[in-house]
């Protein structure tokens, strides 16, 4: 019997509480010792607690340090931030890790294996925009200043390469445009370089690649990448591109991880136009679960649920309309229960 391990669910919006509960129903067949907290984010939030991440949530991912969650909507207006940002940063969940593997073979490139490592909280993405108005047109010019540290960027790197030498990887590729953004994206591809011939030569080959060749490659021949490692806006669009890799967003999981906290998803949103239908695919949210496992270091779980899902969509060919096939949501939970039980 494993060690009991609390931990924060928050079935989302949209489509969340379904495929939440399916993985629920996996992870119980699998035995899997979390001990569930459950709390409300999204429009739920705001339905419950006038807030799109009520204080509640914050302080049980505050107790529990683990979270698996559903898609969050951000209220459109009322000047709500983004609540999937906004856990980011209250976190400081530097590293976002996005495997992309080919699990249904036959699609437009087979054998994908995959992983992006995207920089979560700087870059870009930190929010300093403003416009500058000039004769009476108020957005005549529009800044964004982007920040990158020396600091966050090593950590992140180390990230990276800490997973390529557990996981046994083989290459692990920065991405990086710096010879146009000199500084923003510069810094840390200097960074990675230093750290690698500090640390880890020999461990794994690095290799350095500029986004936009890095997107045509990727394209073309993606077997040439193992692990991209990148700053945050390369690393959104990436990680949607090696998605498409593998069969679309359904199939993309992703980790969010801090030094305090880690939180679990799928990389596809609510939903809105199946939702309530049960027809989604809870294939990305449970592939989530199975990284969630591996965090905890029930590997041998993790392991145990990914084979049950390579099986029932390949043996069994049960599959959700989106993958072509014909079942609900509860056709290919109880398809996939089933074969834990006999696993
Ligand atoms: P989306 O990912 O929700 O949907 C895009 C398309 O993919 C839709 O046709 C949808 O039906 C389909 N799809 C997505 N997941 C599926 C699944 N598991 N099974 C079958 N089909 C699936 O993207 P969209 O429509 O742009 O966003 C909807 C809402 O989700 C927005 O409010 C957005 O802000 C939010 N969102 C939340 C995220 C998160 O919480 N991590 C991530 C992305 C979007």
């Known amino acids: 019997m494993s060690t009991l391990i609390p931990a924060t669910l928050i079935a989302g919006d949209g489509i969340g509480p379904e495929i939440v509960e399916a993985t629920l129903a996996v992870l119980d067949a699998l ?3 979390f001990v569930w907290d459950r709390q409300v ?79 979560n909280l700087e870059g870009l993405y930190i929010g300093h925009e403003h416009y500058v108005p000039i004769d009476g047109d108020p957005h005549a010019v ?13 950590r992140l790197l180390e990230y990276a390469f800490e997973f390529a030498v557990k996981q046994g990887r083989k290459k692990v590729t920065i991405v990086h445009k710096a010879n146009i953004m000199k500084a923003l994206t510069g810094l840390f591809l200097e960074t990675g370089i230093e750290l690698y011939e500090r640390k880890y030569k020999g461990l794994f080959e690095l290799d350095t690649v500029i986004i936009d060749a890095c997107a045509m490659k990727l ?10 490692v990148t700053t ?25 991880i801090g030094a305090d906290a880690a939180i679990f998803e799928a990389v596809h949103g609510s939903a809105p136009d199946i939702a309530g239908k049960g027809i989604a695919n809870p294939t990305a949210l449970l592939l989530a679960a199975a990284m969630m496992l591996d965090h905890c270091r029930l590997g041998e779980m993790a392991t145990r649920l990914r084979r049950a899902l390579d099986d029932t969509l390949n043996i069994d060919k049960v599959r959700t309309g989106d993958l072509g096939g014909k079942a609900s949501t509860a056709a290919f939970t109880q398809a996939l229960v089933s074969r834990i039980s006999r696993s």
């Open 31 to 33: 035995k899997a010792p």
């Open 41 to 119: 984010a999204g429009l739920g939030g705001v339905a419950a607690a006038g807030d799109p991440l009520p204080e509640a949530t914050l302080e049980s991912i505050r107790r529990t340090r683990l979270a698996l969650k559903g898609p969050l909507e951000t209220p459109s207006g009322g000047g709500y931030r983004s609540s999937n940002v906004r856990l980011r940063e209250e976190f400081q969940l530097y590293a976002n890790l996005r495997p992309a593997r080919t699990i249904v073979p036959g699609g437009r490139f087979d054998k994908i294996d995959l992983v992006v490592v995207r920089e």
């Open 232 to 256: 945050n806006l390369f690393g959104d669009i990436l990680s949607d591109l090696v998605a498409g890799l593998v069969g679309g967003l359904g199939m993309a999981p992703g980790a969010n």
């Open 219 to 228: 394209v073309i021949n993606p077997w040439q990448f193992d692990v991209l």
């Open 142 to 154: 529009a800044m964004a200043t982007g920040i990158n540290t020396r600091q966050g960027s090593r």
